[in-house]
T-cell receptor, first 113, second 114 residues
């Protein structure tokens, strides 16, 4: 069964450093999303991406965040200057259409120290 | 605004028994999809079951089934013959419309006890 692949699975970074989280969505999917989940809390939407541009973003997705689809397969989330409160699990998801459900990657656990 | 409410933060069930997790939601859309996701300790998000709002028939996937009450905006998940591997967080979620991002409930932590 096709999968959404995320790398790395775990990243530790110092406060103020830039991090790039990578995702490879399922190849025929058209809509891509980033979510985050702070430990013990609910899953929060960050940004959605369609047709090579941001289609929607939440208030969490401020100027410190950016997304790219640099080569038609990878879908990246960049955090420019990490803060302690950015420590969370970050999930990438993709869909071809809602009837088939949203497929999530296995997540990247980001720890900012 | 669309919201999802899971009123049971934690539940437990004996192995082989049946358990029902509740979910209510709010939307002004007439046609939409509803989902239950399972998040085991590995923290991966796994789709358990989905329901199309225009279908009156409740969705079923093996031991998992839903009780969908559209007028009441209720979408509960029933797990039959619970297994130890069902121990996980369960999230109810739906997109505001079409392909928009999922709105998640706060989750229910289910423990299956041997």
């Amino acid at each position: 069964e096709p999968e959404v692949t995320q790398t790395p699975s775990h990243q530790v970074t110092q406060m103020g450093q830039e991090v790039i989280l990578r995702c490879v969505p399922i190849s025929n999917h058209l809509y891509f999303y980033w979510y985050r989940q702070i430990l013990g809390q609910k899953v929060e939407f960050l940004v959605s991406f369609y047709n090579n541009e941001i289609s929607e973003k939440s208030e969490i997705f401020d100027d410190q965040f950016s997304v790219e689809r640099p080569d038609g397969s990878n879908f990246t989330l960049k955090i420019r200057s990490t803060k302690l409160e950015d420590s969370a699990m970050y999930f990438c998801a993709s869909i071809i259409g809602p009837a088939y459900g949203y497929t999530f990657g296995s997540g990247t656990r980001l720890t900012v120290v | 605004a669309q919201t999802v409410t899971q009123s049971q933060p934690e539940m437990s069930v004996q192995e082989a028994e049946t358990v029902t997790l509740s979910c209510t939601y709010d939307t002004s859309e007439s046609n939409y999809y509803l989902f239950w996701y399972k998040q085991p300790p590995s923290r991966q998000m796994i789709l358990v079951i989905r329901q199309e709002a225009y279908k009156q028939q409740n969705a079923t996937e093996n031991r998992f089934s839903v009780n969908f009450q559209k007028a009441a905006k209720s979408f509960s998940l029933k797990i039959s013959d619970s297994q130890l591997g069902d121990t996980a967080m369960y999230f109810c979620a739906f997109p505001r419309s079409g392909n928009t991002p999922l709105v998640f409930g706060k989750g229910t932590r289910l423990s299956v006890i041997a």
